[in-house]
């Protein structure tokens, strides 16, 4: 990074900011802000892939109904990138605790009244604009809850252990979506008019819960002691969005790039979801949450594990081996389904998701914010993240457009979602490795290439 862009305003002998790291109450703040966030993600994703489709659009064409209803689950990710940009912004100039507790109240909110949203056979067409608008805002808290997160968690953790303790941010993830499948368990087990009526309704008002106890938790939280001693040097930037574009360009590209493993993810959860419970396959709803859950499930023990290895042999070639094991396991998961075997889809769940997923999804929130140095860490995190996860988010709707007929109608999608692992295994080539860099040497020029 141009190290000019970041450079101090005041005197360099000015006395050094003591303040403390708290690197596992970071975790856990990190971690319970996560594990609403992908809870909500996924009784959203649940939702339309099962309810949204005939609750919240016309009824007459089933298919047409799901696509729309999964176009509203892409929806909240046309807003992440708005968040990133603004969230990013201030962020880093207001601090790392103060937005993450601001992206935690419109998270937790917006999900609190999809809950109570009329449907479309009370207030016709209002009933799905209230459904974007509440997923909209979704997006906006999204686009800066998984950026501030990762960096305030790195920016407590101790040298040589960065990987492990940020990773606990998609420890969350796999506690959100494992909380949220056995929350939507026995919703999904209900009479289909009882689902469509009130049961699917249950999952978005548990989520009050969740934000109660991650909010208590937040605000206990101390900022990070590199945000303090940006602040006291005067290092906070006017404009970092706008710096960190103009300085390191190619890092925030190359975020956009790795960041289509998220296509992955969405793929798996919720359009395997739709498609395996869909007529032409017919699989029951409750089994292939069970197989969600449990390869979600075991990915709780093997995020912090496989972080704790890329902090041994660096991140790249840990995100590497993800991102292509993912990419050929999809093959299986998806042909286990086409053929309705439950123990290959429960076998290639736990492959695809608790094996290669892990690797990476473990990995991102260090990898990417070690990218950046702490005047534009937020920002360029948060900016660069979003034009993948926004291709992620229409997903499920892009892989529904490409669904083919008969068995192997699967077919396009997977190579849709191989195709996008490579690329994020070749731009995670690209990346220099940082995961022996000292913090404050992270983002500028004299950063070692291993």
Known sequence: MNVSAVTHDSPTDAPPVEVAKTPKKAALASF?????????????????ALVFGHTFFPAGNDAIGTVAALATFGVGYVARPVGGIVLGHFGDKLGRKKILLLTLLIMGLSSLAIGFLPTYEQI??????????????????????AAGAGTLTLEHSPEGRRAFFTSFTMTGYAAGMVLATLVFIPVAALPKEQLDSWGWRIPFWCSAVML??????????????????????????????????TTQWRDVLRIALCSLFAVGQ?????????????????????TMLWA????????????????????????????????????????????????????????????TMT???????GLWPSFFTEMFAAPVRYSGFAVGTQIGFLIAGFAPAIGWALLGTGVNAWVPVAVFTALCMLVSSVAAFTARETYRVPLAELGLPSTSRE
């Open 32 to 48: 319970l802000g996560s594990a609403l966030e992908y809870y909500d993600f996924f009784i959203y994703g649940s939702a339309a």
């Open 124 to 145: 016709g067409i209002v009933a799905p604009i209230l459904l974007v608008l509440c997923r909209l805002a979704q997006g906006f808290s999204a686009g800066g809850e």
């Open 212 to 245: 109660v106890v991650a909010y208590f938790v937040r605000t206990k939280l101390d900022e990070t002691p590199v945000f303090e001693e940006s602040r006291e040097h005067a290092e906070v930037q006017k404009l970092p969005v706008v710096t960190v574009v």
């Open 266 to 286: 969405t793929v798996f959860t919720v359009f395997g979801l739709a498609y395996a419970t869909g007529p032409d396959v017919g699989i029951d709803r409750t």
């Open 292 to 351: 969600s859950s449990a390869s979600i499930a075991g990915s709780i023990v093997a995020i912090p594990l496989l972080a704790t290895l890329s902090d041994r042999v660096g991140r790249r070639p840990v995100w590497i081996t993800g991102t292509l094991g993912c990419a050929v396991t999809i093959f299986g998961y998806f042909w286990a389904i086409s053929v309705g075997s439950v123990p290959l889809i429960f076998v290639a769940a736990l492959l």
């Open 355 to 361: 094996l290669f997923y892990s690797m990476v999804n």
